[in-house]
């Protein structure tokens, strides 16, 4: 539960959390495990056209969730079922709350629901004096500790079997060891009585079948089926998202549920249930059955033209799965009750703004998540358009408006960044670095060496490194720097241009160009972000170039992906904006896959060792995973993958400033990763990578150079 009053507080509560070692270590395997077990189970398989089918699917659901509801309603009841709709959490629990009193119900058995959760249903019931007993070992495990779920699949993974062998041993009254095999059995032994002498038995749903009146459950314990069989009374509290039209529908989302929550091709129980059935402990041998739906704003959220793609989420969890956020501090940390990035936004549907406030900001926006959602949804995407939702609601902090304003003025922003040329002075160190940072940073911020601005930004270089124009032009390229490769690292602007020497690309660099957006849209400051974009779009038609080439990859996939998202449902900007995204390349692409450059462009002496870290935004964003290593063994660069190569090295732009305890972790584990694999040279595609990675091999004292691959592929042309 989120109860954290503001940032500070929250950042408080988040620097507790990493103290936790068995929470790291716990996570850290099963983060690395769980990457292995869903290749093999998706392995063989059209896995984004499964994606794409579950997505179509879910939309045509929420699109006619009254006529799903009204349909399986009609059938569960010819079926002898009574089905409820809840207008919200408070609704639903007064209903099953009153189901168990009519029915004279005292001990209630109950199967993992999140939705059960969502509406606090067992507060309500014990407030009734009603005997509730949580029958998955996850879900009992929390309900003694009196915690919330963790994980939505695996509600106790934050435990230790030390912890739980504790607990064991209170509830039992006898010392229990931590074999996890024998507490397995010490559970099963005090929970069997409990389903025989329940009177109700409560399940969740994953599917809700309108054609037949059925549901559908997924387990792999089997105390669903027994809280669904042996009590006399059974109620499923469901979403109305889970309501699809066919047997088939919910058959598709099946084959990808267990795959992305656990690495499963299925589950050890799927059941499904239709109608009331024979049920010896019923007076007239027939079960009770009860379906109760739970709107809570989700009929709402099936019409909001940005938010309604959230109902496709099939509640499996792989979000946190891959999240590094998630995997340094864990559910209680990134959640109220839903956690990982789809409880980053349901947080603010169900719960509330006061809940999700602080929560939508611990994104890091790496795209982990969005790459393996079995819906397809945009999960960073639709966070970042909760925070701005935040902002508009509650007010614009003083800094977030100060950047937007400035940035919003290219000039201005331009001049700020060169009067700081001359303002960092007193903290200017050797190499390139701060000799020590400002206050307003320390001491949380002092696990990195931070770069200085440079002499001279790169558009003032323009002149003197701008080649002639090619004899035979193959290409016309237009530049995009970004603010930092044009004044933090016009070095590795420069190397791009030498990198593409004598191959026939006649390049441009637009003066009117600013920074991209981004970390104004990290911020939630939409508005501003908008105007930047036009700004830029507006600087490079004038060009009428081929290629809008950056060496940045969080640029590239900030200009083609979210200037489009942005600007493209306007008229006005539709097909200007699509026109500027299609010619957004990134720097490995262009000289890999546009350019073709060969190993004859390159030296023939051995290279040296080095290794690579895949940006956020480049393997992820734009899809790039091979051209940047085909470029290393191109150039005759040994290349030595390193272990996560893959995994958000920390930075995220803004997110560093706002949680740097998380970005210096995630930092540590990259430089570690780095360092086993014995190169002494680390090769990016973005300088924010570059800034993060460079900073801390710095500031650790590491044996590791850092650098833009366009530097390395300038070295060593022939």
Same mark, same amino acid.
């Given at each position: 539960?989120?109860?954290?009053?503001?940032?500070?507080?929250?950042?408080?509560?988040?620097?507790?959390?990493?103290?936790?070692?068995?929470?790291?270590?716990?996570?850290?395997?099963?983060?690395?495990?769980?990457?292995?077990?869903?290749?093999?189970?998706?392995?063989?398989?059209?896995?984004?056209?499964?994606?794409?089918?579950?997505?179509?699917?879910?939309?045509?659901?929420?699109?006619?969730?009254?006529?799903?509801?009204?349909?399986?309603?009609?059938?569960?009841?010819?079926?002898?079922?009574? +089905?409820?709709?809840?207008?919200?959490?408070?609704?639903?629990?007064?209903?099953?709350?009153?189901?168990?009193?009519?029915?004279?119900?005292?001990?209630?058995?109950?199967?993992?629901?999140?939705?059960?959760?969502?509406?606090?249903?067992?507060?309500?019931?014990?407030?009734?004096?009603?005997?509730?007993?949580?029958?998955?070992?996850?879900?009992?495990?929390?309900?003694?500790?009196?915690?919330?779920?963790?994980?939505?699949?695996?509600?106790?993974?934050?435990?230790?079997?030390?912890?739980?062998?504790?607990?064991?041993?209170?509830?039992?009254?006898?010392?229990?060891?931590?074999?996890?095999?024998?507490?397995?059995?010490?559970?099963?032994?005090?929970?069997?009585?409990?389903?025989?002498?329940?009177?109700?038995?409560?399940?969740?749903?994953?599917?809700?079948?309108?054609?037949?009146?059925?549901?559908?459950?997924?387990?792999?314990?089997?105390?669903?089926?027994?809280?669904?069989?042996?009590?006399?009374?059974?109620?499923?509290?469901?979403?109305?998202?889970?309501?699809?039209?066919?047997?088939?529908?919910?058959?598709?989302?099946?084959?990808?549920?267990?795959?992305?929550? =656990?690495?499963?091709?299925?589950?050890?129980?799927?059941?499904?249930?239709?109608?009331?059935?024979?049920? @010896?402990?019923?007076?007239?041998?027939?079960?009770?059955?009860?379906?109760?739906?739970?709107?809570?704003?989700?009929?709402?959220?099936?019409?909001?033209?940005?938010?309604?793609?959230?109902?496709?989420?099939?509640?499996?969890?792989?979000?946190?799965?891959? /999240?590094?956020?998630?995997?340094?501090?864990?559910?209680?940390?990134?959640?109220?009750?839903?956690?990982?990035?789809?409880?980053?936004?349901? =947080?603010?549907?169900?719960?509330?703004?006061?809940?999700?406030?602080?929560?939508?900001?611990?994104?890091?926006?790496?795209?982990?998540?969005?790459?393996?959602?079995?819906?397809?949804?945009?999960?960073?995407?639709?966070?970042?358009?909760?925070?701005?939702?935040?902002?508009?609601?509650?007010?614009?902090?003083?800094?977030?408006?100060?950047? @937007?304003?400035?940035?919003?003025?290219?000039?201005?922003?331009?001049?700020?960044?060169?009067?700081?040329?001359?303002?960092?002075?007193?903290?200017?160190?050797?190499?390139?670095?701060?000799?020590?940072?400002?206050?307003?940073?320390?001491?949380?911020?002092?696990?990195?060496?931070?770069? =200085?601005?440079?002499? +001279?930004?790169?558009?003032?270089?323009?002149?003197?490194?701008?080649?002639?124009?090619?004899?035979?032009?193959?290409?016309?390229?237009?530049?995009?720097?970004?603010?930092?490769?044009?004044?933090?690292?016009?070095?590795?602007?420069?190397?791009?241009?030498?990198?593409?020497?004598?191959?026939?690309?006649?390049?441009?660099?637009?003066?009117?160009?600013?920074?991209?957006?981004?970390?104004?849209?990290?911020?939630?400051?939409?508005?501003?972000?908008?105007?930047?974009?036009?700004?830029?779009?507006?600087?490079?038609?004038?060009?009428?170039?081929?290629?809008?080439?950056?060496?940045?990859?969080?640029?590239?996939?900030?200009?083609?992906?979210?200037?489009?998202?942005?600007?493209?449902?306007?008229?006005?900007?539709?097909?200007?904006?699509?026109?500027?995204?299609?010619?957004?390349?990134?720097?490995?692409?262009?000289?890999?896959?546009?350019?073709?450059?060969?190993?004859?462009?390159?030296?023939?002496?051995?290279?040296?060792? +080095?290794?690579?870290?895949?940006? /956020?935004?480049?393997?992820?964003?734009?899809?790039?995973?091979?051209?940047?290593?085909?470029?290393?063994?191109?150039?005759?660069?040994?290349?030595?993958?390193?272990?996560?190569?893959?995994?958000?090295?920390?930075?995220?732009? =803004?997110?560093?400033?706002?949680?740097?305890?998380?970005?210096?972790?995630?930092?540590?584990?990259?430089?570690?990763? @780095?360092?086993?694999?014995?190169?002494? +040279?680390?090769?990016?595609?973005?300088?924010?990578?570059?800034?993060?990675?460079?900073?801390?091999?710095?500031?650790?004292?590491?044996?590791?150079?850092?650098?833009?691959?366009?530097?390395?592929?300038?070295?060593?042309?022939?």
């Amino acid at each position: 539960m989120q109860d954290a009053k503001n940032l500070k507080e929250y950042r408080k509560e988040i620097r507790e959390t990493l103290g936790n070692d068995f929470l790291r270590t716990a996570m850290d395997n099963f983060a690395v495990a769980y990457r292995g077990s869903r290749a093999n189970a998706f392995k063989g398989m059209d896995e984004k056209g499964l994606i794409s089918d579950i997505a179509k699917a879910k939309d045509c659901a929420a699109a006619n969730l009254d006529e799903l509801f009204a349909k399986f309603k009609e059938e569960a009841e010819k079926r002898g079922a009574v +089905v409820h709709l809840a207008k919200d959490a408070k609704e639903a629990n007064e209903i099953i709350g009153r189901i168990a009193l009519d029915e004279n119900c005292k001990t209630i058995v109950k199967s993992k629901s999140m939705t059960a959760e969502e509406t606090l249903l067992n507060h309500h019931l014990e407030d009734l004096n009603l005997n509730v007993i949580e029958t998955d070992l996850g879900e009992w495990i929390i309900q003694m500790r009196h915690e919330g779920p963790s994980h939505m699949v695996m509600p106790a993974i934050h435990l230790s079997r030390h912890q739980v062998s504790d607990l064991f041993s209170q509830v039992t009254g006898q010392k229990q060891g931590d074999d996890i095999q024998k507490l397995v059995k010490v559970a099963r032994r005090e929970l069997r009585q409990k389903f025989v002498d329940a009177d109700m038995g409560i399940s969740g749903g994953n599917f809700a079948i309108a054609e037949t009146g059925s549901i559908g459950l997924v387990t792999n314990e089997g105390n669903a089926r027994l809280v669904t069989t042996l009590p006399r009374v059974h109620v499923a509290l469901m979403g109305l998202d889970k309501l699809t039209p066919k047997l088939h529908d919910a058959l598709r989302v099946l084959k990808a549920l267990p795959r992305n929550a =656990t690495g499963q091709a299925i589950t050890s129980y799927v059941t499904w249930i239709t109608g009331s059935n024979e049920c @010896a402990a019923a007076e007239d041998d027939r079960k009770k059955v009860h379906f109760v739906f739970l709107d809570n704003g989700r009929r709402a959220l099936a019409k909001d033209p940005v938010f309604s793609q959230v109902l496709r989420c099939v509640r499996c969890g792989a979000c946190a799965n891959v /999240c590094p956020v998630y995997r340094m501090v864990g559910g209680h940390k990134m959640g109220h009750i839903y956690i990982g990035a789809i409880g980053l936004i349901l =947080t603010y549907f169900f719960h509330g703004t006061d809940k999700a406030k602080n929560l939508v900001q611990n994104c890091i926006n790496c795209g982990a998540c969005k790459e393996i959602c079995a819906g397809g949804i945009d999960l960073p995407g639709l966070i970042k358009d909760i925070q701005a939702r935040i902002l508009e609601e509650e007010g614009h902090p003083l800094y977030s408006t100060f950047l @937007a304003k400035m940035m919003k003025n290219r000039k201005l922003f331009h001049k700020f960044l060169r009067i700081a040329k001359h303002a960092q002075k007193p903290v200017k160190g050797k190499e390139g670095f701060m000799r020590h940072l400002p206050m307003i940073f320390a001491p949380d911020h002092d696990f990195r060496a931070l770069p =200085t601005v440079a002499e +001279v930004p790169f558009r003032d270089m323009w002149s003197k490194v701008k080649p002639a124009k090619p004899a035979e032009t193959k290409f016309k390229v237009a530049l995009f720097s970004g603010c930092v490769q044009d004044f933090v690292y016009p070095e590795q602007s420069v190397a791009t241009v030498e990198s593409m020497r004598n191959k026939g690309v006649d390049l441009e660099f637009p003066m009117d160009q600013s920074c991209c957006g981004l970390p104004l849209q990290m911020m939630g400051e939409k508005e501003a972000c908008k105007e930047v974009a036009l700004q830029n779009m507006k600087a490079f038609e004038e060009t009428d170039c081929d290629y809008i080439l950056t060496m940045c990859a969080s640029c590239a996939s900030h200009l083609k992906h979210n200037y489009v998202k942005m600007l493209g449902h306007d008229s006005k900007y539709a097909i200007r904006v699509q026109e500027f995204a299609d010619k957004v390349i990134d720097y490995s692409s262009f000289m890999n896959d546009v350019l073709g450059v060969e190993k004859e462009d390159f030296l023939d002496s051995a290279g040296e060792s +080095v290794t690579y870290h895949a940006p /956020c935004h480049l393997c992820r964003g734009l899809d790039v995973k091979h051209a940047p290593r085909e470029l290393m063994v191109k150039a005759g660069l040994d290349y030595r993958e390193s272990a996560e190569e893959e995994v958000c090295c920390g930075f995220g732009g =803004t997110y560093s400033v706002k949680f740097p305890k998380i970005s210096e972790q995630l930092l540590e584990k990259k430089l570690k990763n @780095a360092s086993e694999t014995g190169a002494k +040279v680390l090769l990016t595609d973005c300088p924010g990578c570059v800034m993060q990675i460079r900073g801390g091999a710095k500031k650790k004292g590491h044996d590791l150079e850092v650098r833009h691959i366009a530097e390395f592929m300038a070295q060593r042309r022939k």
